[in-house]
């Protein structure tokens, strides 16, 4: 039986469309810069916030109605949400999906036990995947819930944690691979600390790195060879996150000799809280290669907190694209939609809405950041506003020939700087309108 009956497949309908369940933009296979918009934008619906979250709050019971789930934790239950999550994928027509182990799966009374309710439904989702076409675009594991992990995972100060969690993440890589997943996600969950007073931070971090490093090695052993991903945030759940953010999770990488096999996730959100705009953590990981995935949402900047909304507002989604695009595109990452309906928008059709609303935001934002750049004013001002880095003392800085005292005896000689180009922001941010 159908979960959404009265919801036939999305359809693109074009820009003048009034119908709320269409794509005004989001044409999958229209080619915009040599690449269909589906392999640009590589949308992923996130299991956990659409198919496990039911809306509830600090100060309230969920309100969500989803009439499939019996919020039992059995595996038929979720075996039966599984069901509904590919009728869902089917409907929308987004390419890819991402888990957690513990979304998919209930635990059970011993580790034993909880694999095999894992395998269980891993089964349904190579059957579901197999149908739909629909891929795994990362898995991950929830070290963060289960009250085990209180302080943290790898770098808990209970070495049993780091065990049980070396055990969690060697299943959930292997579930992984057997999907296909084209990556596997490390969110820092309690990988922080409270206090200072209580935490030897170098024991915590030289765990942390020993973790990634096992996990690399266990995936070489099973030929598992889809990208790693770290995915930095500040301040949740732990007063300070290790990996709080793209420059932090960069250095950690480099630090424990990772830079080959890790990439980021970068999440708006958490770029939000970490005081960065999401473009200023795109362009910092992408200089560095690092840009691995983006989990798409929003937070609200009167709120400070991780709210996860969906992203809709074509500033953002433009800037998204214009780094993605800079960069060489997002794949084999992907857009995920790390996102959740509003406690108030309880129904099943809200979550098309939502997810329609994000996929348009962001298929208008990528049709924006190639007009932007099809048109070249915006590159050309960079180009021009670094100019004299192309000869004389520039290029001789740039290339190594420059030394402190070659550059005093050019400065000896020309006395001081010419003016330069103005930054001409107020103009540049008005060129930008031009295009939403
Ligand atoms: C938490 C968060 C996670 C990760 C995966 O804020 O974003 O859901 O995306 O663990
Ligand atoms: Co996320």
Redesign the pocket.
């Known amino acids: 039986m159908a979960a959404f009956p009265e919801i036939g497949k999305i359809q693109y309908e074009g820009p003048t469309s009034k119908n709320p369940l269409a794509y005004r933009h989001y044409n999958a296979e229209e080619v915009i810069e040599g690449c269909t918009m589906k392999d640009h934008l590589r949308f992923s619906v ?1 299991y ?1 916030h659409t198919f496990r979250c039911g809306g509830a709050d600090p100060f309230g019971a969920p309100t969500a109605l989803r009439p499939w789930d019996d919020g039992s934790e059995s595996v038929e239950n979720a075996i039966r949400r599984v069901r509904v999550a590919f009728e869902f994928f089917e409907k929308l027509g987004n390419p890819f999906y991402a888990f ?1 182990d513990r979304d998919i799966a209930p635990e059970g009374s011993s580790l034993a036990e909880t694999n095999r309710n894992l395998d269980a439904v891993v089964k349904i989702l190579r059957e579901e995947q197999d149908r739909t076409g629909v891929q795994l675009l990362w898995g ?1 594991a ?1 070290l963060f819930s289960n009250p085990r992990f209180m302080h943290g995972a790898s770098t808990s100060s209970n070495a049993d944690a780091f065990a049980f969690a070396a055990a969690q993440v060697k299943k959930c890589l292997e579930v992984t691979h057997e999907l296909g997943g084209s990556g596997y ?1 490390f ?1 820092g ?1 309690r990988e922080g600390y409270q206090n200072l007073y209580n935490t030897d931070m170098k024991r915590e971090l030289d765990h942390m790195g020993r973790f990634m490093h096992l996990a690399v090695d266990h995936a070489k052993e099973i030929g598992f060879q889809g990208t790693f991903l770290i ?1 930095p ?1 500040p301040k ?1 759940p732990t007063k300070h996150q290790y990996d709080s953010d793209a420059a932090a999770c960069i250095n950690f990488l480099r630090a424990y000799d990772l830079t080959d096999t890790f990439k980021l ?1 970068l ?1 708006t ?2 770029a939000t809280l970490a005081g960065h705009t999401m473009m200023h953590e795109m362009d910092y990981a992408g200089v560095q290669n690092m840009l691995g995935s983006v ?1 798409a949402n929003t937070g609200d900047l009167l709120l400070g907190w ?1 709210t ?1 909304q969906f992203p809709t507002d074509l500033y953002l989604t433009t800037q998204v694209m214009l780094m993605a695009l800079k960069y060489g595109g997002l794949a084999p990452g992907g857009l ?1 939609f ?1 996102a959740k309906v509003r406690r108030e928008s309880f129904e099943p059709v809200d979550l098309f809405h939502a997810h329609i609303g994000g996929m348009d935001a962001f298929a208008r934002g990528l049709k924006i950041a190639s007009s932007i750049r099809a048109d070249g004013e915006l590159s050309e001002f960079v180009q021009q506003r670094y100019r004299t880095w192309e000869s004389g003392v520039g290029a001789e800085i740039e290339s190594g020939q420059a030394s402190f005292t070659s550059l005093e005896q050019y400065m000896l000689e020309k006395g001081d700087i010419a003016p330069n180009l103005s930054g001409r922001q107020e103009m540049l941010e008005h060129l930008i309108n031009r295009y939403l």
């Open positions: 996130a956990w957690h991950t929830n996600v969110w969950g995915e945030k949740e996730n999440e959100n958490h989990d991780d996860d995920n790390d």
